[in-house]
């Protein structure tokens, strides 16, 4: 079964940069990036489907940017302007619809990585 490890979590100062990556070990049809704060629901930030569509959520559109590298496996996730509310712990996620924000239609996660954002 396809695993999934993120990297490249870190804590920065409001308006600083981060980029998320994640491995895949195997095939995997379509992926995203989910976040979930303390205290609240995860939450869908970024898809990208298998023809290369992306999605974005509404208050992180001009501001990150998801990509995949298919000869490495990899999704990224580019943070800019990262603002306190986008404090969170970000995970990876391999998934069987296409550009979904729920999270009943991902079937493998990998293990998280913290962002923290101070102001």
């Known amino acids: 079964q396809v695993q999934l490890v993120e990297s490249g979590g870190g804590s920065v100062q409001a308006g600083g940069s981060l980029r998320l990556s994640c491995v895949a070990s195997g095939y995997t049809y379509t992926m995203a990036w989910f976040r979930q704060a303390p205290g609240k629901e995860r939450e869908g930030v970024a898809a990208i489907g298998y023809d290369g569509d992306t999605r974005y959520r509404e208050s992180v559109k001009g501001r990150f940017t998801i990509s995949q590298d298919n000869a490495k496996n990899t999704l990224y996730l580019q943070m800019n302007s990262l603002q306190p509310e986008d404090t969170a712990m970000y995970y990876c996620?391999?998934?069987?619809?296409?550009?979904?924000?729920?999270?009943?239609?991902?079937?493998?996660w990998g293990q998280g990585t913290q962002v923290t954002v101070s102001s």
């Open positions: 996620a391999a998934g069987t619809v296409s550009l979904s924000f729920w999270v009943g239609h991902y079937n493998r």
